[in-house]
């Protein structure tokens, strides 16, 4: 299995999928998922980065239309699993081994 990619709020791309995990640990069961609209960038640097979400998924089932994060709390990771089964299956077709493993690659 492989570790999860993590992600700089400046390097998240718009129309895509984003795993969101709280920073602080006391608060490291607020996982999330979501697609990646835009940023505010800061006006001074003093202030952090605000990441807006669509399409968010809570842990506790709660979505919500317009989630916006602060960079200081939040870390965002790749999420490309469906990505990955895709081309372990088209792999699989070409090589023709039904075993073949991307992961392992």
């Not at 870390?75 to 469906?82: F, P, S, T």
Request: proline share 9%.
């Amino acid at each position: 299995m492989r570790p999860l990619r993590l992600v700089p709020p400046t390097d998240l791309i718009p129309g895509k999928m984003y795993l969101i995990r709280e920073k602080r640990p006391e608060f490291a069961h607020m996982n999330t998922k979501g697609v990646f609209v835009k940023n505010d960038y800061p006006p001074s640097p003093h202030h952090c980065t605000i990441s807006h979400f669509t399409n968010t998924q809570v842990a506790n089932n709660a979505h919500y239309i317009d989630l916006r994060l602060q960079d200081a709390y939040w870390n965002y990771y790749e999420a490309d699993a469906v990505e990955r089964a895709y081309i372990t299956k088209a792999l699989r077709v070409i090589t023709g081994d039904p075993d073949f493993s991307f992961d392992n690659y």
